[in-house]
Nanobody, 126 residues
Framework: QVRLVESGGGLVQAGNSLRLSCAAS????????MGWFRQAPGKEREFVAV????????YYSDSVKGRFTISRDNDKNTLYLQMNSLKPEDTAAYYC???????????????????WGQGTSVTVSS
């Protein structure tokens, strides 16, 4: 079992950048496919990005493709989400998740992941 703790959220103006981190403990990060999801107030949790076990392969939702970059440092047991050109519609609680499935043929659902962090809040002002 792995424990995940997100950090790096905050308030930022539109057009600026923010980097989220997700620190893993209890089991090595390299054992898992890692992903980011987000949940805006009043909306369902949605997939953002995923990285394969080594991080060599990634997949993004259309809404963040070209603006967000997922990466991982397995030696540091940490997952990252670099968010550039932020928009007000990116405002949400962001969650990292660990699972065992990786594919790029379709988007992910919450059921594809087994372990979740508690989330970190991102607010983008216009």
């Amino acid at each position: 079992q792995v424990r995940l703790v997100e950090s790096g959220g905050g308030l930022v103006q539109a057009g600026n950048s923010l980097r989220l981190s997700c620190a893993a403990s209890g089991r090595t990060l390299s054992a898992y496919v890692m992903g980011w999801f987000r949940q805006a107030p009043g909306k369902e949790r949605e997939f953002v990005a995923v990285a394969s076990w080594s991080g060599s392969a990634t997949y993004y939702s259309d809404s963040v493709k070209g603006r967000f970059t997922i990466s991982r440092d397995n030696d540091k047991n940490t997952l990252y989400l670099q968010m550039n050109s932020l928009k007000p519609e990116d405002t949400a609680a962001y969650y990292c998740a660990a699972g065992m499935k990786f594919y790029t043929s379709r988007s992910y659902s919450q059921g594809d992941f087994d372990f979740w962090g508690q989330g970190t809040s991102v607010t983008v002002s216009s």
